[in-house]
């Protein structure tokens, strides 16, 4: 099993609303990351966990809230999101913290209204 | 700040004939680079690698080149294959610390 799995597929959300988005791997993969992109860009690293533990925060919203229940699964918390935020949100994960040669999930295409 | 660029938006190739997409960075500390292939609705997929330590790498198709005093690397497709149309992106990281992506290249590989 080769697979980083996302759910949802797609999101709409209100501005007051709180969503979850999910992603899990069974890789036996130590490291977690999310990632966001924009049309027409390229993915931007938003959190890394390692071991479970959040490593790396991008200087994220606090609107942004990462939680790594265990070593396969990777969640990331929305509360009052920005029409802005509207994006594909992307996860990974890599064997170790080295970030090379991660496996990505398909993502989640999340829209604010 | 893009310190990886890919200036070339897309790419139109015949199939069979070779696809070369080119990648640019700017900071000398990348010692790790990466091409990433997406189709739509679906999540990057690692394609192929190559360490600062050399200069090319092959995986079947696919050949890396990296020219470290130019900052430059390219990604040659030989032949191009109809499944081959992607977007594909660049992928550069120092002391496997994050990836720095290009805004990727669109393929489009013609019959």
């Known amino acids: 099993d080769t697979e980083v799995t996302q759910t949802p597929k797609h999101l709409v959300m209100g501005m007051t609303n709180k969503k979850s988005l999910k992603c899990e791997q069974h890789?036996?993969?130590?490291?977690m990351y999310w990632y966001k992109q924009k049309a027409k860009k390229p993915p931007e690293l938003m959190f890394v966990y390692s071991y479970e533990k959040l490593s790396i925060n991008e200087s994220v919203p606090s609107r942004f809230s990462p939680e790594c229940p265990n070593s396969s699964l990777l969640n990331l918390h929305l509360h009052a999101l920005q029409p802005e935020d509207s994006a594909l949100y992307l996860c990974?994960?890599?064997?170790?913290?080295?970030?090379?040669?991660?496996?990505f999930g398909q993502g989640t295409r999340l829209t604010v209204v | 700040d893009q310190q990886v660029k890919q200036n070339s938006p897309s790419l139109s190739v015949q199939e069979g004939r070779i696809s070369i997409l080119n990648c640019d960075y700017t900071n000398s500390m990348f010692d790790y680079f990466l091409w990433y292939k997406k189709y739509p609705a679906e999540g990057p997929t690692f394609l192929i690698s190559?360490?600062?330590?050399?200069d090319k790498n092959e995986d079947g198709r696919f050949t890396v080149f990296l020219n470290k005093s130019a900052k430059h690397l390219s990604l040659h497709i030989v032949p191009s294959q109809p499944g081959d149309s992607a977007v594909y992106f660049c992928?550069?990281?120092?002391?496997?610390?994050?990836?720095?992506f290009g805004a990727g290249t669109t393929v489009t590989v013609r019959a």
């Open positions: 990974a994960s890599s064997l170790g913290q080295g970030i090379t040669e991660a496996f």
């Open positions: 890789m036996g993969h130590r490291a």
């Open positions: 992928a550069a990281s120092y002391n496997d610390y994050k990836l720095s």
């Open positions: 190559i360490s600062s330590i050399k």
